[in-house]
Each structure stands twice: as C-alpha cells, then as structure tokens.
C-alpha cells in the first residue's frame, strides 16, 4: 500500500462544478504540499500547509492532520484547471524528501 | 527571478549511450533532488543532495549518477546501466526550515 493515497485517480468536471480531490497519508508528516502539473509536465507548488487551512483564489487546501486527510477543493471550475493534481508529503524525520501520492487527473470540460 | 532551470527539454539518445541532465538553481537552496516519473506513476525518488560533495541514493538509484560539486548545480547522468531511461526527469530543491520546494519544468528523456 503506498505511503500516499489520492482519489480519485481521474476526475471530469463540468465547466463550473465544484471539485475535491483526496489525499490520505500513512506517515507522521512535518507538511503536505499540493502540486499541480500541466500538460508540458513542470510542476507548481500550489500550497504548503501543515495545519487547518488555506485559499489562493479558487482553490482551496485543507488538512486534518489527526486524521492524515487533506482535501484540495476547486470552486467555480474552469477548464484551464485541467492538469494532474498531486498530493505529496514531507515526512517528519526530516530528510527532506517529499513522498508523492500517484496525482488525480482533472479534465474540466467547457 | 529565482528558481530552477532544467535543460534541455527534450532530449533524444541512442540506446548504450551516456547522457547528462541538466539542473541549475539559483535559489540558494541547500537540497537538490532528482525524480522520474513515468506515465501513470508517481514521482520517484533518484538520488538526492543535502549539501555540496554529498549525495544519496534514493529508491530508483540503479544505472544513474550525480554529482554535487556547487551548490547551485546537480548534474544527473544516465547511464547504459540504466533498462529502461526514456521517462520525464524533474530536478527539485528545498530549503528545510520552511519545508519549501521548488520543481524546473523537466527533461523528456527519448532513448532510441
């Protein structure tokens, strides 16, 4: 079973729709960082938390950390949304090695 | 603007031959990382480097090589010893006290 978990693997929205992607972990972790990937395949740090809660936007992070869950939310969605979602941890021994979940593919479709 | 270059893009090799990604940043960041990833999986981990003239193996080491010379710079050289090297590469570095981590935007590794 891997460390990191994500649900759904695949996910096709309507243009509009509101959207959550799932990520469990098994790990004590220090943070947990969501990514999102293009197409052309770089990678962009979404956010980084550790605790509680945090918004950029249309997107929203949460993290339940008693729980090992954290929940990416996109509201309003648009297509240009339309990427791989991936959840990865920073583990709590700190040697600064982040373990990834297997990303979410999200197509928002017009 | 700071941050991590990858170059280049695309790169085509000829199967049994060497060939070196490049990793540059300027970010002043103490660890660097190399991942693959193939299509489908996640990102796995292939060497790493906490600070300069030290590097580990991380779970995928087998057939690559690194070096960590400046701090600025992680070269990852592929090597014939490597079965299976087409995949996209993505150089990676953090800064640990914030746990903040910065990605380049990858080399697609063709090997023909």
């Known amino acids: 079973k891997n460390e990191v978990e994500q649900s759904p693997q695949n996910l096709t929205a309507q243009e509009g729709e509101f959207i959550t992607i799932n990520c469990s972990y098994s790990?004590?972790?220090?943070?947990l960082h969501w990514l999102q990937q293009h197409p052309g395949g770089g990678i962009v740090s979404l956010f980084m938390?550790?605790?509680g809660k945090k918004k950029h936007g249309r997107l929203i992070a949460t993290i339940n950390i008693q729980e090992k869950h954290s929940s990416l939310h996109i509201t309003a969605s648009h297509p240009r949304d339309s990427a791989v979602y991936i959840c990865?941890?920073?583990?709590?021994?700190?040697?600064?090695?982040?373990?990834f979940g297997q990303g979410t593919t999200l197509q928002v479709k017009p | 603007d700071g941050g991590i270059t990858q170059s280049p893009k695309y790169l085509f090799r000829k199967e049994g031959q060497n060939v070196t990604l490049s990793c540059e940043q300027n970010?002043?960041?103490?660890?660097m990382y190399w991942y693959r990833q193939d299509p489908g999986q996640g990102l796995r981990l292939i060497y790493y480097?906490?600070?300069?003239?030290?590097?580990q193996k991380g779970d995928i080491a087998e057939g690559y090589s690194v070096s960590r010379e400046k701090k600025e710079s992680f070269p990852l050289t592929v090597t014939s010893a490597q079965k299976n090297p087409t995949a996209f590469y993505l150089c990676?570095?953090?800064?640990?006290?914030?746990?903040?981590?910065?990605f380049g935007s990858g080399t697609r590794l063709t090997v023909v």
């Open positions: 970010l002043n960041h103490d660890a």
């Open positions: 990865a941890v920073y583990g709590s021994s700190n040697t600064g090695k982040l373990i």
């Open positions: 938390l550790s605790s």
């Open positions: 480097s906490q600070i300069v003239n030290d590097f």
């Open positions: 990676a570095s953090s800064i640990a006290e914030n746990y903040g981590y910065t």
């Open positions: 790990v004590g972790i220090s943070a």
